[in-house]
């Protein structure tokens, strides 16, 4: 071996260490911040915000399959988006999320930048109808949260742009809100392995695409 590339050895023997203690320091301080931002206002959200049992469950679906690739539909003022990128912090990963109310969308802009998240979201303001067709994905995690009406629209829409073995959830299927015909075409879908998440108190459905 030529000195030069002793050389180039030690340095990045000694480098590594301190690379990875750094970025470690990050990773420690991001979820800190993060944590602060989500107790502090787990009171505050007024907005049809999910609670943060429910932040919680989409955080874990995220991480537990290491998921990278995001959208969600209905961003409110972020609530949920700041659960979803901070998994997304955690697997290397980014998310996609739509909104139609400008007062909301800067809300939820404000909120993610505050919860030091921002580098994960990329928060566009607009009619999901639409926005959901020109988006070409793929995606390996949605978060459908919009318009109850609509449910069913957006998942024909996105059943060819969600990876196999990727997981498509829905709120509010378990308090009326989404209707049967919906719940019935991703429940008998050849495609989907569905379940509900019922220690959510408005109902998480799960539909993970076959692989
Ligand atoms: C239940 S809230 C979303 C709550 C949010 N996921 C959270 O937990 O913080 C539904 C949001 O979807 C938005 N929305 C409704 N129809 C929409 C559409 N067609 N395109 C985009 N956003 C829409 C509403 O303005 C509202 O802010």
């Known amino acids: 071996m030529k000195p030069k590339h002793i050389i180039i050895l030690l340095t990045s ?54 998921y990278t690739s995001g959208l969600e539909i209905g961003t409110s003022t972020g609530h949920s988006t ?18 139609l109310n400008e007062r909301r969308y800067k ?25 959901v067709k020109e988006i070409p994905g793929p995606f390996d995690f949605v978060f459908s949260d919009a318009d109850k009406d609509w449910y ?3 998942f024909i829409d996105l059943e ?21 015909d919906f719940l019935n075409y991703v429940k008998s879908h050849p495609q989907f392995t569905t379940t509900i998440d019922r220690t959510s108190r408005a109902g998480i459905m799960i539909s993970y695409k076959k692989k």
């Open 107 to 131: 809300e939820a802009l404000k909120n993610i930048a505050e919860a030091g998240l921002s580098d994960y979201v990329d928060a566009r303001l607009g009619n999901a109808h639409k926005l």
């Open 160 to 180: 060819s742009k969600l990876k196999a073995g990727g997981c498509f959830t829905t709120h509010n299927v378990a308090d009326g809100q989404a209707n049967a």
């Open 152 to 154: 069913k629209q957006y």
């Open 82 to 99: 700041i659960w979803l990128a901070w998994a997304m912090s955690k697997t290397g990963g980014k998310v996609i999320t739509l909104e």
């Open 13 to 66: 023997a000694l480098l590594f260490p301190v690379l990875t203690s750094n970025a470690q320091a990050k990773n420690e301080a991001l979820n800190a911040k993060v944590e602060r931002f989500l107790n502090d206002h787990k009171r505050d959200w007024r907005d049809m915000n999910v609670p943060y049992e429910d932040g919680k469950i989409l955080h874990d679906l995220i991480v537990k399959n290491g």
